[in-house]
């Protein structure tokens, strides 16, 4: 299960570092058009590209991978509400955030031994 974990963290990691984070640094059309969309000014990008990367990093570190998981949360509740608002796609815009938000947590849960005993899904 650890395994699974931590293939799991670090696929998520890496599509909210490439994926995600360095479209908003290097100013892609994908990335300003859906700041557009929410009705974010343009000088949040990179800023919330910076979240996202101390988040990502907080989260495949295993000493503070708690913390990252629920600061990704978060910020993934910030993401759900802006989509949200806006009225975007139902699933496959605005539920994205629910998506990796469960699997985040699915991840930490598989590779961390006291996640399991605190939320123990398997007897």
Not at 5 to 18: D, K
Not at 39 to 56: A, T
Not at 73 to 91: C, I
């Amino acid at each position: 299960m650890r395994i699974a974990g931590w293939v799991l963290s670090v696929l998520i990691g890496l599509f909210l570092a490439i994926a995600s984070a360095v479209p908003k640094f290097m100013g892609i059309e994908a990335a300003t058009s859906a700041m557009e969309v929410v009705g974010w000014p343009m000088k949040y990008l990179v800023l919330i590209g910076v979240i996202e990367v101390g988040c990502v990093i907080l989260f495949l570190v295993p000493r503070t991978a708690l913390l990252g998981a629920v600061l990704t949360t978060g910020l993934l509740g910030g993401s759900l509400a802006a989509n949200l608002r806006v009225d975007n796609p139902l699933f496959s815009h605005t539920l994205f955030s629910i998506y990796l938000g469960v699997a985040v947590w699915v991840a930490l849960w598989l590779r961390e031994e006291k996640v399991r005993a605190v939320f123990p899904l398997l007897r």
